[in-house]
């Protein structure tokens, strides 16, 4: 069964440039998240879809982030201006399900650098 | 958000078990106890997850109070591969059933 895909796996660029990561989920799998790690820390919830639509974007910083799940398979994650307090790896997790007892199935990240 | 405390690293000698605790004293009735693991450059992986009753799976095996306000996950002989930050999380209504992930405890394996 494939996993969780992402990219870019790395990417650099400098502050108030844009960027974006595209993610696409094991099949089936109706739940998507974005996750963003920061050096250091646990990773923090940034959305949270249900198909496509939005369950949970209370932590998504929506002046400077916005996210997509057109057709409830694939999303893309954008960041426009980034800042250099935007570096971090961004990762992406499906579920099968939104239950409690559902895993996550994690992607190896997307690793952004803001110069 | 629902809080868990665990030890920030641990140390193991390789071949030996290992007990991972963690502290969950504000856990709701209806809060799962999920472990997740999180190998160097890579995104985290499941371990485990049980409501009260111990648990055991082909990686590990989770131990809960009988309070439910502390768990422990236990590996049974460490490997140089379990080296990890380990995760423990609550999940359930009382988290918006989402996942808060803590700093979690960084096991070190040594040979």
């Known amino acids: 069964e494939a996993g969780v895909a992402q990219s870019p796996r790395y990417k650099i660029i400098e502050k108030r440039q844009s960027v974006a990561f595209w993610c696409n989920p094991i099949?089936?799998?109706?739940?998507l998240y974005w996750y963003q790690q920061i050096l250091g820390q646990g990773p923090k919830l940034l959305i949270q879809?249900?198909?496509?639509?939005?369950?949970?974007d209370s932590q998504l910083p929506k002046d400077r982030f916005s996210a997509e799940r057109l057709k409830g398979v694939d999303s893309t994650l954008k960041i426009q201006p980034a800042k250099l307090e935007d570096s971090a790896v961004y990762l992406c997790?499906?579920?099968?399900?939104?239950?409690?007892?559902?895993?996550?199935?994690f992607g190896e990240g997307s690793r952004l650098t803001v110069l | 958000d629902a809080k868990t405390t665990q030890p920030n690293s641990m140390e193991s000698n390789e071949e030996e078990p290992v007990h991972l605790p963690c502290n969950h004293s504000t856990i709701s009735g209806t809060d799962y106890i999920h472990w997740y693991r999180q190998l160097p450059s890579q995104g985290p992986e499941y371990v485990i997850h049980?409501?009260?009753s111990n648990v055991n799976n082909r990686m590990a095996s989770l131990a809960i109070a009988e309070d439910r306000k502390s768990s422990t996950l236990i590996l049974h002989r460490a490997t140089l591969r379990d080296a990890a930050v380990y995760y423990c999380?609550?999940?359930?209504?009382?988290?918006?059933?989402?996942?808060?992930f803590g700093t979690g405890t960084s096991l070190t394996v040594i040979p």
């Open positions: 049980g409501l009260t």
């Open positions: 997790a499906s579920s099968p399900s939104r239950g409690n007892t559902g895993e996550l199935f």
């Open positions: 879809f249900q198909n496509n639509g939005v369950v949970d």
């Open positions: 099949s089936g799998h109706a739940t």
């Open positions: 999380i609550l999940r359930g209504t009382n988290t918006g059933n989402q996942f808060y």
